[in-house]
Nanobody
Framework: QVQLVESGGGLVQPGGSLRLSCAAS????????MGWYRQPPGKQRELVAGITSGGMTNYADSVKGRFTISRDNANNTVYLQMNSLKPEDTAVYYC?????????????????WGQGTQITVSS
């Protein structure tokens, strides 16, 4: 059974920093890509940042220059370093991973989500 376990959310003042972690575990043959999404109150879920298996990254315009996504391939973990946080960054943040699971003779690609972690930026 595949799981994505997130950690690192919480309450932070404007201008502060937080670091999110997401560890994937289970019968994983390959991590194709990982990313972070967020869902602000009353709004739709949106992409924050993504990273491919080759290390290519992309960011939402609203977080460019403030957030950095990275991954530890050895530990199947993706991180999101968030600096200069603003009140509009307040949201539930979700980890996402496109994984190849199963066995060599019976593999499939599936999309997985973490349970979500609340980040509140407020003074």
């Amino acid at each position: 059974q595949v799981q994505l376990v997130e950690s690192g959310g919480g309450l932070v003042q404007p201008g502060g920093s937080l670091r999110l972690s997401c560890a994937a575990s289970g019968n994983i043959l390959r991590i194709n890509s990982m990313g972070w999404y967020r869902q602000p109150p009353g709004k739709q879920r949106e992409l924050v940042a993504g990273i491919t298996s080759g290390g290519m990254t992309n960011y939402a315009d609203s977080v460019k220059g403030r957030f950095t996504i990275s991954r530890d391939n050895a530990n199947n973990t993706v991180y999101l370093q968030m600096n200069s946080l603003k009140p509009e960054d307040t949201a539930v943040y979700y980890c996402n991973a496109l994984l190849t699971i199963g066995s060599i003779i019976s593999a499939s690609r599936r999309d997985y989500w973490g349970q979500g972690t609340q980040i509140t930026v407020s003074s």
